[in-house]
């Protein structure tokens, strides 16, 4: 889980969908963690076609309305330079998890075992969503929570 950071309304209500996915992350992770057991494969397809639909919704959120009120309130390069590597994360994100989406797809009915590579592929996806995430809650989210015009951007669009 997050470090739990005192964030004000507005920016709780804005920032909880990565409780959202540290579910899915933690989801994931038990799948992990039983393997290649037969059965897993139904309930590891639903999580990914899960993640899917929220994760663009989220990205999108975050790339319209977040890292623009970053960037316009706290202004420097080292925002800026952050703000791009969240961005590009977001891409990779998105792409590994279309592949994931193509992979569950295809697999075939009568073989409901998760491949060995398959695993070690999430374990990698899951990893890296967990860090992007906790980059975005523990060092991004509070700098912007602390700024009045960060928050007045996100009260406006909340409202």
Same mark, same amino acid.
């Not at 890292?67 to 925002?79: D, E, G, I, N, T």
């Not at 998105?94 to 409901?112: A, F, G, H, M, S």
């Not at 899951?126 to 995430?133: G, M, Q, R, V």
């Given at each position: ?5 005192? $964030?004000? *309304? ?31 494969? &139904? ?13 663009? #919704?989220? $990205? +999108?959120? =975050?790339?319209?309305?977040? $890292? ?12 800026? /330079? ?6 590009? =994360? ?7 998890? =279309? ?10 009915? *009568?073989?409901? &075992?998760?491949? +060995? +590579?398959?695993? *070690?592929?999430? %374990?990698?996806?899951? /990893?890296?969503? &967990? %860090? ?12 912007? /929570?602390? #700024?009045? %015009? ?5 009260? /406006?669009?909340?409202?």
């Amino acid at each position: 889980m997050f470090k739990r950071k005192k $964030f004000t *309304d507005a920016f709780l209500q804005i920032s909880k969908e990565h409780i959202i996915y540290q579910q899915y992350i933690n989801q994931l992770k038990d799948l992990i963690h039983d393997g290649t057991d037969a059965g897993n494969f &139904d309930l590891l397809k639903k999580i990914v076609h899960n993640i899917k639909n929220d994760l663009l #919704d989220h $990205f +999108q959120l =975050e790339e319209l309305v977040l $890292f623009p009120a970053a960037l316009l309130s706290l202004p420097s390069v080292a925002m800026a /330079d952050q703000i791009l590597y969240l961005t590009r =994360e977001h891409g990779a994100f998105e792409r590994d998890t =279309e592949t994931l989406i193509q992979i569950v797809n295809c697999q075939p009915e *009568d073989n409901p &075992d998760i491949p +060995q +590579q398959l695993i *070690d592929f999430l %374990k990698t996806y899951t /990893d890296n969503l &967990d %860090k992007h995430a906790r980059t975005e809650m523990e060092e991004l989210f509070p700098k912007m /929570d602390a #700024d009045k %015009k960060c928050i007045a951007v996100i009260k /406006d669009f909340i409202e």
